[in-house]
């Protein structure tokens, strides 16, 4: 009786997906964004490594990228000018929080010094650090640490009202996307260890006030093979690799996700820059439509995705 149950939910998760292959196949997204986190970038000097995934993004013409912090190793204003610089030599839309790695260090405990580079990618109107963009219709939030912290990110009550408030204006029948360093605290495994105090801002605080919540971050140094996509209600939460300094699980590195976008679900793929090629073990659907994460297996494209 139990094989038989098993049977059946394994022959509809097969149907499943190979219904998502066939519209990946046939339907276009309508935005591609490159996912990256932890570059600790220390010498002002050309990063071969970034510089090699930057040049695999751009000839597949991926025009987005979202950067989950710790862009420098120390924070250091040369470490800042070196990334930012080097993140504006392929004109690509950029999209980076910052780390605690950015915030804090030996000159900076007490008060966040953001670099004028940093700066020059926030909106005009950005009256603090954290700010928002438009990305194809996307809404895309950026929750910056507003004081310097060894691990925690600390936002702020206003920060978070800021945030809740335009949830719940957004458009209910588009997904929207938080970018931060940290993750939510008792998500991801260790997250519990690794996050602190993000004060006033919970998982709780988030369920229903917007349908289709995607919330990525980093900070946990975890190779690719540990990173977790997981569903809870109406959010769905990545987090990414680290592009180097991995401390947990297989230590290749310049790994990164890639996130697709259909009308109704999202297609993350992983993404190996120094050999440039698909991970195809690692692939998920994210269903908008039954609040579901499932496995997916790339070798059921007969083609490339358009």
């Known amino acids: 009786f139990l094989s038989t149950i098993y049977s059946r939910r394994r022959f509809a998760m097969d149907k499943k997906r190979t219904a998502f292959a066939n519209r990946i196949c046939n339907e276009k997204s309508y935005l591609q964004m490159e996912l990256l986190s932890d570059l600790h970038i220390a010498f002002p000097r050309q990063n071969t490594k970034l510089e090699a995934a930057l040049e695999d993004i751009w000839k597949r013409k991926v025009r987005h990228v979202a950067i989950c912090g710790d862009l420098t190793n120390n924070g250091y204003p040369f470490q800042m000018k070196q990334v930012l610089t080097q993140l504006q030599e392929f004109p690509i839309h950029i999209l980076p929080a910052l780390g605690n790695h950015d915030l804090y260090n030996l000159f900076s405990r007490t008060q966040n010094r953001i670099h004028p580079e940093y700066r020059k990618l926030l909106p005009r109107h950005a009256e603090s650090i954290y700010f928002d963009r438009y990305v194809e219709g996307i809404h895309f939030y950026i929750l910056n640490s507003e004081r310097p912290s060894k691990n925690d990110m600390i936002l702020t009550k206003k ?38 105090t993000q004060q006033h801002l919970q998982v709780d605080m988030l369920k229903d006030v917007h349908p289709h919540i995607i919330f990525i971050s980093g900070h946990l140094h975890n190779s690719f093979a540990l990173c977790e996509v997981l569903a809870r209600r109406n959010l769905f939460l990545i987090n990414l690799p680290s592009f180097v300094r991995i401390e947990h699980g297989d230590s290749q590195d310049q790994i990164g996700f890639n996130l697709r976008f259909y009308a109704d679900f999202l297609y993350l793929r992983t993404r190996d820059y ?26 059921l494209l007969p083609s490339e995705p358009l």
């Open 274 to 299: 120094k050999n440039r090629r698909w991970i195809v073990s690692h692939e998920y659907i994210l269903d908008m439509k039954t609040s579901e994460v499932i496995s997916f297996d790339a070798d």
């Open 159 to 196: 920060q978070v009202d800021w945030l809740l408030n335009g949830l719940k204006q957004d458009d209910k029948n588009k997904p929207v996307c938080i970018i931060a360093h940290q993750p939510l605290q008792d998500t991801h495994v260790m997250s519990e260890d690794h996050t602190g």
